[in-house]
């Protein structure tokens, strides 16, 4: 079973989990196809390799080229709807959207079908989410799951004013989810990417254990006193049991009642 593990020490927007995505192997060529078949138009996909505190990463963005209404969420269910994206990656989005829907239609006591999707609603959310699960099929990934998520610090401008991070409908969204403020004051967690951890992940805490077969980067928008990536590692379920026990400075590998000691030295 292949697995993936969200590690979000700086947080976690859609963009930047698009962007780990295809440093994992997704093609945004392959990606761009896919999300033809929403019928979506106004908007370019570019990826480009960047740095952030010196580390590599994947940075996706979604520039709007035309004109995009405000919508409602059963027009982006309708649009889901007569896409030709397979069954499972339409009904995930539509429930994703159905969650956000909620979320912002208790913030602002109206019912989830009342609810302008304005920024979290804009074509680039519609794509983040969308191929964030084009890429997890095209990955295969059969599971997910997250660390606690840092969730920033200090204020955020949106459409309702200045508000404290996590933004309203960020913080509504990541009820019952473990979550910490460390590092720079700025939004770390945004509503696209909460909401996509909180449907996606079967657990969230430590890493689970996992044959580790790739390491992907994704790339904020800024450079921030931590590097501003996000780091999805990709495996497999290990069939056995293993413990590793670090011991002055060894490690122990023990398994199935055998013990190896390999001795790290430094230079």
């Known amino acids: 079973m292949k697995i993936a593990y969200f590690d979000c020490f700086a947080g976690i927007s859609g963009d930047m989990l698009l962007g780990a995505l295809v440093d994992l192997g997704l093609s945004p060529d392959t990606l761009k ?54 069954e499972t990656v339409k009904q995930d989005a539509k429930n994703i959207f159905t969650l956000l829907a909620q979320a912002e239609g208790k913030i602002h006591n109206k019912a ?19 191929g964030t699960l084009i890429g997890l099929q095209k990955l295969k990934v059969e599971q997910v799951y997250c660390s606690p998520l840092n969730v920033g610090s200090g204020t955020v401008h949106c459409a309702h004013g200045v508000m404290p991070v996590p933004a309203p409908a960020t913080a509504e969204i990541l009820v019952d ?4 403020s460390a590092g720079p004051a700025v939004e770390l967690v945004t509503p696209t990417g909460a909401v996509l951890v909180k449907y996606l992940a079967k657990g969230f805490g430590p890493m689970p254990g996992m044959l580790l077969k790739a390491v992907g980067y994704g790339a904020g928008d800024r450079e921030t006193q931590i590097p501003n990536l996000l780091r999805v590692m990709l495996g497999e379920k290990e069939p056995h049991q293993h413990l590793y026990r670090p011991w002055q400075g060894q490690m122990t590998h023990r398994e ?8 790290h030295k430094h230079a």
């Open 112 to 130: 989830p079908e009342s609810v302008h999707f304005h920024e979290v609603g804009a074509v680039d959310s519609i794509v983040d989410i969308v």
């Open 33 to 86: 196809q896919e999300l033809q078949s929403l019928g979506l138009s106004g908007y370019e996909i570019t990826a480009q390799r960047v740095t952030r505190r010196g580390i590599s990463g994947m940075k996706v963005d979604v520039t709007v080229t035309g004109d995009q209404p405000h919508r409602h969420l059963k027009d982006i269910l309708q649009i889901l709807e007569h896409s030709r994206l397979s």
């Open 256 to 263: 199935h009642g055998h013990c190896h000691q390999h001795e």
């Open 177 to 180: 989810t473990p979550i910490y």
